[in-house]
């Protein structure tokens, strides 16, 4: 079975590619108007400045090839924009991560069936990887000399590893005020971390203005966004397969960009189409910060458009005040039935300690954002208790120690006596 969109016409300005370049991908769409266009280091639609993502013409794919495949996101190459040798080239193989079932988280929310995708174990920590993975491939097949991106951290420490693992040079781009941690796992892999006084929206339009100007630079979330953004379809791939090949009822997913939300939807409708799982009804929630809220404002108000804002909260990896698949994450949380919630930094810290103390998962702030939009869900009934629920945790609470540094911490301080252990009533 395959999913055709229309292959666009050769053009004089379309880089040479290898055959295969690509892999099944055939062009770039329009995600507002339909026009198609080559592939390539491009990203807006040339007709109504839309933005571009990848059209396929897949083959037959079976379970079976899936599940021969190596244990990273390459086992899903087949519906990926990457090359059939993609294992063969240096890179960090990331993906495969756990899905947990999370019974004590479950008991203490009352959800009857709970898991969580824990992509904390990825090789940076965080579910970037991916999507780094798929551009650098991009890169890779384009010529490009230079690795680059804007981020608010999780993203910087991927390109740089990555770029690292890959020989290639690498250019990241943060907001000066990034958590430490953050900064510290990005320069240990390059001496081109960039600090750039502003928010993550300034550093993104830096990006996109050196993009523009600058030759053989490839911005992973800019000028090859469109193979960007499919690395976090795999999540979706996963998840399906994890649960012996059939979609859930309800997830919930961190929203930053809006891209993972939309990928993963993207990921569960592939499956369907190709056959691979049975055709269901899921509901898919998004989470924000209280503090950087546009997609989840909107919602609440009936909004189309989203009203970008200046993020302050300690999520700071879901800190876009502009999201760019806001409108899209919108689309899907209404059609599916599901939806897109805020919460507080308290309820962010809160969150974070639940999950440790019930599952053993460390999460940093997005992951506590999404715990706790999740909470909140059940507590005003927006979320089906009794419907098996998914959860995505997106990164590795080491990333952020300052966010609950100051909620956890020795529950005494004894003399190294039995005395001083009694004492402390501790027994």
């Not at 079976?62 to 990273?72: F, H, L, M, V």
């Not at 491939?137 to 590893?161: D, I, Q």
């Not at 992973?220 to 469109?226: E, L, M, T």
């Not at 009936?302 to 698949?325: C, E, F, Q, W, Y």
């Amino acid at each position: 079975m395959s999913i055709i969109a229309p292959t666009p016409p050769a053009t004089d300005s379309a880089p040479r590619l290898r055959e295969g370049a690509f892999g099944p991908a055939v062009g770039l769409v329009c995600r507002e108007c339909g026009a198609t266009r080559e592939l390539g280091p491009h990203y807006v639609c040339h007709e109504c400045f839309g933005p571009l993502e990848i059209a396929y013409q897949f083959g037959d794919v079976t379970r079976e090839q899936i599940e021969t495949g190596p244990a990273n996101i390459w086992r899903y190459k087949a519906l990926l924009p990457v090359p059939d040798d993609i294992e063969s080239s240096p890179n960090l193989e990331p993906g495969f991560t756990r899905l947990l079932e999370a019974r004590n988280l479950a008991a203490e929310l009352g959800i009857a069936k709970l898991w969580v995708k824990d992509d904390s174990t990825n090789p940076t920590n965080s579910f970037k990887d991916r999507v780094v993975a798929c551009a650098l491939s991009a890169a890779r097949e384009l010529g490009s000399k230079v690795f680059a991106c804007p981020s608010t951290g999780n993203l910087a420490n991927a390109v740089a590893a990555a770029g690292a693992r890959a020989g290639i040079r690498t250019v990241v781009f943060i907001p000066s005020n990034l958590e430490t941690p953050k900064q510290v796992n990005s320069a240990v892999f390059t001496d081109n971390l960039v600090a750039v006084d502003g928010t993550y929206d300034d550093v993104n339009k830096l990006a996109s203005e050196i993009a523009g100007e600058e030759d053989g630079w490839a911005f992973v979330n800019v000028n090859v966004r469109p193979f960007y953004a499919e690395g976090s379809k795999t999540l979706g791939y996963e998840i399906a397969e994890q649960l012996g090949w059939r979609l859930p009822d309800q997830i919930v997913i961190p929203v930053a960009s809006g891209s993972q939300l939309t990928k993963v939807h993207k990921a569960f409708q592939e499956l369907i189409k190709l056959g691979l799982v049975e055709d269901k009804p899921y509901k898919v929630f998004g989470a924000q910060a209280a503090g950087c809220n546009p997609v989840a404002t909107a919602f609440a108000e009936g909004h189309d458009a989203i009203r970008p804002v200046k993020p302050d909260t300690i999520a700071k990896s879901l800190a876009i005040g502009n999201p760019a698949d806001g409108i899209y994450v919108l689309d899907i949380a209404r059609s599916t039935g599901g939806g897109v919630e805020q919460v507080d930094d308290d309820a962010i810290r809160d969150a974070i300690v639940l999950l440790a103390r019930t599952e053993g998962i460390f999460t940093e702030t997005a992951g506590g954002t999404t715990l706790a939009v999740l909470k909140k869900l059940v507590e005003t009934g927006q979320l089906d208790p009794e419907l098996e629920t998914v959860f995505i945790n997106t990164g590795h609470g080491l990333k952020t120690l300052d966010a609950v540094s100051g909620a956890v911490g020795p529950a005494a301080t004894i003399a190294p006596t039995y005395d001083a252990f009694v004492a402390a009533q501790l027994a």
